[in-house]
């Protein structure tokens, strides 16, 4: 099956930009979500792109994907503390609507 | 517009008691998933459904049972629960009508500790 990797834990100061990093093994993926979970919660969808992209914007967050290497990122711009969370990267790994969720990052921003 | 509802939110168990976790989605989506998370270890699927009356097993589908009746249900059962079990259980639904672009909608949780 896919193994989708991300570091544990990563901390940053208010206002600084923040890069989550993510790496997957299914080279057949055609699309790959971020996912957000704030406390007690469950996930809420952030972003996605299609592996045909290099680059997706939207607002704050910035996604790229090097197809080669099977990497993902995540860059959230003037991280604010209200993006304390943990983030999933979530590629599909096949048919019926299948993701596999990666560890998850747990994002701390510092005041 | 509930969406995902997951009942019970917590419950502790007994090593060996049965349970019954609940999920009902109103969206009228075919797609419905039960994960365990762990820390560390992320999500993983225990079992999925691609419609009513059938399911499928996912990654770590030992010690659980699940059944969907109806479509906009999906039931998972612990019928002799273990310590190993401890963990937090989310549902979630999708459909194929609005493609990728709104993922999974997740429900909030069953935090279950099994002693």
């Known amino acids: 099956g896919e193994d989708v990797e991300q570091s544990l834990f990563l901390s940053v100061r208010e206002g600084d930009s923040s890069v989550i990093n993510c790496t997957y093994t299914?080279?057949?993926?055609?699309?790959l979500y971020w996912y957000k979970q704030e406390p007690g919660a469950g996930l809420q969808l952030l972003t996605y792109?299609?592996?045909?992209?290099d680059m997706k914007q939207d607002q704050r967050l910035t996604v790229l994907l090097n197809k080669k290497d099977k990497h993902l990122s995540l860059r959230i711009a003037d991280t604010q503390t209200g993006d304390s969370a943990i983030y999933f990267c979530a590629p599909n790994s096949g048919g019926y609507q299948k993701v596999t969720f990666g560890t998850g990052t747990k994002l701390q921003v510092i005041p | 517009n509930a969406g995902v509802t997951q009942t019970p939110k917590f419950r502790v168990l007994k090593t060996g008691q049965s349970m019954t976790l609940l999920c009902a989605q109103d969206?009228?989506?075919?797609?419905m998933y039960w994960y365990r998370q762990d820390p560390g270890m992320g999500l993983r699927l225990i079992h999925y459904?691609?419609?009513?009356?059938?399911?499928a097993k996912g990654e770590v589908p030992d010690g659980y049972n699940v059944s969907r009746l109806k479509k906009q249900n999906f039931l998972l059962g612990l019928e002799s629960a273990a310590p190993s079990q401890t963990s937090v259980y989310f549902c979630a639904s999708t459909t194929l009508a609005t493609g990728v672009k709104y993922g999974y909608t997740f429900g909030s949780g069953t935090r279950l500790t099994v002693v």
């Open positions: 299914d080279s057949s993926s055609t699309y």
């Open positions: 792109i299609f592996s045909n992209m």
């Open positions: 459904s691609v419609g009513e009356g059938t399911t």
């Open positions: 969206m009228n989506h075919e797609y």
